[in-house]
Nanobody, 116 residues
Framework: HVQLVESGGGSVQAGGSLRLSCTHSGYTSSRHCMGWFRQAPGKGCELASRISSDGITIYADSVKGRFTISQDNAENTVYLQMNSLKREDTAKYYC???????????WGQGTQVTVS
């Protein structure tokens, strides 16, 4: 049974920073990609970033240069460091297993990021 728990969201002013964390458990294979999806009100879900089990990362153009994804495999934790936040980064952020660039499997409860 896969479980994902996101944390670290909050309210910040534009230009500020936040660090999201996602602790996951229950995956039977260590070779999987984890990603951060986000959904803003009235918009579809967007893949912000993903990281493979061997550390290869991809970023959406909208966050490239501002966000950094990382992971601690020993702790089963994925991080998303978000700098130079913009109002358009306001969304609920979810940590999900990713196949190519699509979400696969269970979702956590998400963590809200609000940039004013």
């Amino acid at each position: 049974h896969v479980q994902l728990v996101e944390s670290g969201g909050g309210s910040v002013q534009a230009g500020g920073s936040l660090r999201l964390s996602c602790t996951h458990s229950g995956y039977t294979s260590s070779r999987h990609c984890m990603g951060w999806f986000r959904q803003a009100p009235g918009k579809g879900c967007e893949l912000a970033s993903r990281i493979s089990s061997d550390g290869i990362t991809i970023y959406a153009d909208s966050v490239k240069g501002r966000f950094t994804i990382s992971q601690d495999n020993a702790e089963n934790t994925v991080y998303l460091q978000m700098n130079s936040l913009k109002r358009e980064d306001t969304a609920k952020y979810y940590c999900v297993n990713v196949v190519h660039t699509s979400p696969a499997g269970s979702w956590g409860q998400g963590t809200q990021v609000t940039v004013s």
